[in-house]
C-alpha cells in the first residue's frame, strides 16, 4: 500500500502508516464488508489505509439494471451506488473498527450525494449480509447520531450484487496519485470531515 492519508482517521490506532506489504492471508480466513461513501476513489483510499485490509476493491450495488457501467450509474437512474467491498482479516481488524472507519470518512447528514459529488450513486449507506452485520451496522448508527446530535441519513440496506468497476478505476489513488490528490482536494472533503467530527 503506497499511499497513505494522515487526514483520514488519526483515532484508534486502526491506521498502519507503513509501506511493508502485509503477509498474504488465506481467502477462507477473510471476511468482506461493503461500504458506499460517496466518491468509491476516496472511500478506497481511507480503507487500504487500515491494517487488516487485504484488499479492496471498487464496484457498483444497490440498483436494478445488470453489469452497469460507469456510465450508466453516472446517469442516477440504475439506482445503484458507488461502492467499495472491503476484504479484510477479522484476527487484525474487527467489522465494528471497519464501520468506524466508515463513518469517519463520510458526512453522514448529507442524504444529497458527498462533498461535490451529487446524485444518488453518490448517497452513502452500510449494504449488510446478515443478521450480525445488520445488528453491528445499526447499533453504530445509534452510537453515530448520538457523536453528532444530529440525523444521520446514511442507510442500512440488504447486500445485493456486486459490479466491480472497470480496471481503471481500482486503486485509483495508488495509480494516479495527482489526479487523486487535486480531485480530492478540490471536493474539500478533508475540511469537511475535520468540521463534521471536529469534537471527535
Known amino acids: 500500500m503506497l499511499f497513505r492519508w494522515l487526514w483520514v482517521f488519526p483515532l484508534w490506532g486502526l491506521m498502519a502508516f507503513s509501506v511493508h506489504a502485509e503477509a498474504p492471508v488465506a481467502e477462507e480466513a477473510t471476511k468482506q464488508a461493503i461500504f ?3 466518491c468509491f476513489w476516496c472511500t478506497e483510499a481511507a480503507f487500504d ?9 471498487s464496484g457498483y450495488t444497490g440498483g436494478h ?9 453516472g446517469t442516477g437512474r440504475t439506482g445503484h451506488a458507488e461502492a467499495l467491498r472491503v476484504t ?16 469517519r470518512s463520510i458526512d453522514p447528514t448529507d442524504k444529497g450525494g458527498q462533498f461535490y459529488d451529487r446524485g444518488p450513486q453518490y448517497r452513502t449507506a452500510i449494504f449488510v449480509q446478515d443478521a450480525e452485520e445488520r445488528a453491528a451496522a445499526e447499533a453504530s448508527k445509534v452510537v453515530a447520531e448520538e457523536r453528532l446530535g444530529v440525523k444521520i441519513v446514511t442507510t442500512i440496506e440488504p447486500a445485493g450484487p456486486f459490479y466491480p468497476a ?3 478505476h481500482q486503486n485509483y489513488h495508488q495509480k494516479h496519485p495527482l489526479r ?4 480530492h482536494d478540490a471536493s474539500k472533503r478533508e475540511d469537511t470531515l475535520r468540521k463534521i467530527w471536529q469534537s471527535e
Not at 50 to 56: D, P
Not at 180 to 183: I, L, N, S, T, V
Request: proline share 5%; aromatic share 16%; no cysteine.
Open 36 to 38: 458506499a461513501g460517496g
Open 49 to 57: 489505509a487500515v491494517e487488516g485490509v487485504t484488499e479492496t476493491t
Open 65 to 73: 439494471v445488470e453489469n452497469p457501467s460507469y456510465e450508466a450509474v
Open 88 to 103: 479484510y482479516d477479522p484476527t487484525k481488524v474487527s467489522y465494528d473498527q471497519l464501520l468506524e472507519v466508515f463513518w
Open 166 to 168: 472497470e480496471a481503471h
Open 180 to 183: 487523486f490528490k487535486a480531485y
